[in-house]
T-cell receptor
Framework: EPEVTQTPSHQVTQMGQEVILRCVPI?????FYWYRQILGQKVEFLVS????????KSEIFDDQFSVERPDGSNFTLKIRSTKLEDSAMYFC???????????FGSGTQLSVL | GDSVTQMEGPVTLSEEAFLTINCTYT??????LFWYVQYPGEGLQLLLK?????DKGSNKGFEATYRKETTSFHLEKGSVQVSDSAVYFC?????????????FGSGTRLQVQP
């Protein structure tokens, strides 16, 4: 089965630092998503991306967050100035069409110290 | 807004026991319902889904029936195996609101002992 690849699997950073989480979606997919899960809490939607622009974002996705598809294969999530409460598992997902089921990556565990 | 509530874990069972993980939802429109599974060190994998009332999703011996009258989508398996140990997430996608992103429950960890 095709896979969504996320790197790194674990990232540790200092509060206030910028981090970029990387995802390689499945090659012919058109819709891209970021979700996160704070330890012990629900998986939460952050943002969806289609046709090189954000199609939807949640309240969590404030000005500190941005997404980019820089080269047609990678899909990145940038957190400009990390806070302690950004510590979470971040999942990337992609799908072929609007109604299809998303394929998820294995996640990046972000720890902000 | 939309929300999903599932039973807290961990759920610990012996091999060959019957499994039920409860899931209830609230949705503005008429959602599609999903169960995802996450094995240790892996991503979220779709286990099964149902898109309309009374549909039964099934896969790998797991089943869940879309119950609109009780707004539920409980996951069941007749005889669990050690290899079923994982975290299970109930989720919905609400087409009527135009939002295709998934709303997840908090996950239920299943531990199956030999």
């Amino acid at each position: 089965e095709p896979e969504v690849t996320q790197t790194p699997s674990h990232q540790v950073t200092q509060m206030g630092q910028e981090v970029i989480l990387r995802c390689v979606p499945i090659s012919n997919h058109l819709y891209f998503y970021w979700y996160r899960q704070i330890l012990g809490q629900k998986v939460e939607f952050l943002v969806s991306f289609y046709n090189n622009e954000i199609s939807e974002k949640s309240e969590i996705f404030d000005d500190q967050f941005s997404v980019e598809r820089p080269d047609g294969s990678n899909f990145t999530l940038k957190i400009r100035s990390t806070k302690l409460e950004d510590s979470a598992m971040y999942f990337c997902a992609s799908k072929w069409d609007k109604e299809g089921r998303p394929f998820f990556g294995s996640g990046t565990q972000l720890s902000v110290l | 807004g939309d929300s999903v509530t599932q039973m807290e874990g961990p759920v610990t069972l012996s091999e060959e026991a019957f499994l039920t993980i409860n899931c209830t939802y609230t949705a503005t429109g008429y959602p599609s319902l999903f169960w995802y599974v996450q094995y240790p060190g892996e991503g979220l994998q779709l286990l099964l889904k149902a898109t309309k009332a009374d549909d039964k999703g099934s896969n790998k011996g797991f089943e869940a029936t879309y119950r609109k009258e009780t707004t539920s989508f409980h996951l069941e398996k007749g005889s669990v195996q050690v290899s079923d140990s994982a975290v299970y997430f109930c989720a919905l996608s609400d087409r009527d609101t135009g939002r295709r992103a998934l709303t997840f429950g908090s996950g239920t960890r299943l531990q199956v002992q030999p």
